[in-house]
């Protein structure tokens, strides 16, 4: 039904709203390509065994989709993306998970269409999927920028030989740490866990509304947390502003699950999580090889 408002007019290709010719501009021009320009894809799949349907299916049929499943999700196989893992999801929200991650998103497409398509994919129910890209983070600070945290945040003399050694171990680390970032590696430890997140906007609790010093201050407060964690904990934050339903997506792999519990309860103390987060769904589960996932499953007949 019409709501009696006048339909607004569009502009010709080539003109703009007033009417003249649009400005034309030569700059260079960019390729086109679905490789990112840095970083890589990433992907979390999420399904559910619809044993309805797998009962139908027959023995034969069975067996058969079972060894494509393996194949699939054999992250030694020729095509398969760069960094595969599967896993085991207790409760309700989904029986098992994939990550997968690389630079071919046609690669990590055609993984999930092969596991729809393999003779047990009718039975394999999607349940949830998120989409993002690894990045380094802007609040990540170049050696320069340490630096200056450490004088001004920290009061670190510049003529110190802490201050000279502090930078120094900053700047041998920074290359390995942002490449973690954008090329992750996948821990093969026993159990990891995936939640979106975005920033809060409402009211005087608009990140975006703050400085950025001010910003990249709470986050520096927030990594400091973090690294309590080194060694038991292992993260990758990938960006998903425009690519899906949340800002961020939040992968955690442990040593061991009380790990887990631990860091999100501590860092929801900063303030940048308690004043400004926004959290979906927690989806936690733990590794299997693709054999023992099916097993595990009970997809065989």
Same mark, same amino acid.
């Given at each position: 039904?019409?709501?009696?408002?006048? +339909?607004?007019?569009?502009?010709? %290709? &080539? @003109?703009?709203?007033? &009417?003249?010719?649009?400005?034309?501009?030569?700059?260079?021009?960019? %390729?086109?390509?679905? +490789?990112?320009?840095?970083?890589?894809?990433?992907?979390?799949?999420?399904? @559910?065994?619809?044993?309805?349907?797998?009962?139908?299916?027959? %023995?034969?049929?069975?067996?058969?989709? /079972?060894?494509?499943?393996?194949?699939?999700?054999? %992250?030694?196989?020729?095509?398969?993306?760069?960094?595969? @893992? /599967?896993?085991?999801?207790?409760?309700? $929200?989904?029986?098992?998970?994939?990550?997968?991650?690389?630079?071919?998103?046609?690669?990590?497409?055609?993984?999930?269409?092969?596991?729809?398509? =393999?003779?047990?994919?009718?039975?394999?129910?999607?349940? !949830? =999927?998120?989409? =993002?890209?690894?990045?380094?983070?802007? !609040? +990540?600070?170049?050696?320069?920028?340490? &630096?200056?945290?450490?004088?001004?945040?920290?009061? +670190?003399?510049?003529?110190?030989? =802490? !201050?000279?050694? $502090?930078?120094?171990?900053?700047?041998?680390?920074?290359?390995?740490?942002?490449?973690?970032?954008?090329?992750?590696?996948?821990?093969?430890?026993? /159990?990891? /866990?995936?939640?979106?997140?975005? $920033?809060? #906007?409402?009211?005087?609790?608009?990140?975006?509304?703050?400085?950025?010093?001010?910003?990249?201050?709470?986050?520096? @407060?927030?990594?400091?947390?973090?690294?309590?964690?080194?060694?038991?904990?292992?993260?990758?934050?990938?960006?998903?502003?425009?690519?899906?339903?949340?800002?961020?997506?939040?992968?955690?792999?442990?040593?061991?699950?009380? !790990?887990?519990?631990?860091?999100?309860?501590?860092?929801?103390?900063?303030?940048?999580?308690?004043?400004?987060?926004?959290?979906?769904?927690?989806?936690?589960?733990?590794?299997?090889?693709? #054999?023992?996932?099916?097993?595990?499953?009970?997809?065989?007949?």
């Amino acid at each position: 039904m019409s709501s009696g408002n006048p +339909v607004a007019s569009h502009p010709a %290709p &080539g @003109q703009e709203a007033s &009417g003249r010719p649009a400005a034309r501009h030569h700059a260079e021009p960019v %390729p086109a390509s679905l +490789v990112p320009t840095a970083g890589w894809h990433f992907l979390h799949l999420y399904y @559910q065994v619809d044993r309805e349907r797998l009962a139908r299916l027959s %023995p034969a049929d069975r067996a058969l989709g /079972c060894e494509e499943l393996a194949a699939v999700l054999d %992250p030694q196989a020729a095509n398969a993306p760069t960094r595969l @893992q /599967c896993f085991a999801v207790p409760g309700h $929200k989904a029986d098992f998970g994939i990550v997968t991650a690389g630079p071919d998103l046609r690669a990590i497409h055609a993984l999930e269409t092969a596991v729809a398509a =393999s003779r047990v994919g009718p039975a394999l129910r999607p349940t !949830y =999927s998120f989409y =993002s890209i690894t990045e380094v983070s802007e !609040y +990540v600070p170049d050696v320069d920028d340490y &630096g200056r945290i450490l004088r001004d945040r920290e009061g +670190v003399d510049p003529e110190s030989p =802490s !201050y000279r050694a $502090k930078v120094a171990a900053y700047a041998d680390r920074l290359g390995p740490m942002n490449e973690q970032r954008i090329h992750p590696e996948f821990p093969d430890w026993p /159990c990891l /866990c995936f939640y979106p997140m975005s $920033k809060m #906007r409402s009211g005087d609790q608009n990140w975006y509304l703050l400085p950025f010093e001010k910003r990249s201050e709470l986050m520096a @407060q927030h990594g400091r947390s973090g690294m309590k964690y080194a060694g038991k904990i292992s993260q990758v934050i990938t960006a998903s502003t425009g690519l899906d339903d949340w800002e961020w997506g939040v992968t955690l792999w442990a040593r061991n699950p009380v !790990y887990l519990k631990d860091i999100v309860y501590a860092m929801r103390f900063d303030e940048s999580s308690a004043r400004y987060a926004l959290f979906g769904d927690f989806y936690f589960g733990f590794l299997l090889p693709p #054999r023992e996932l099916i097993a595990a499953l009970r997809l065989a007949p």
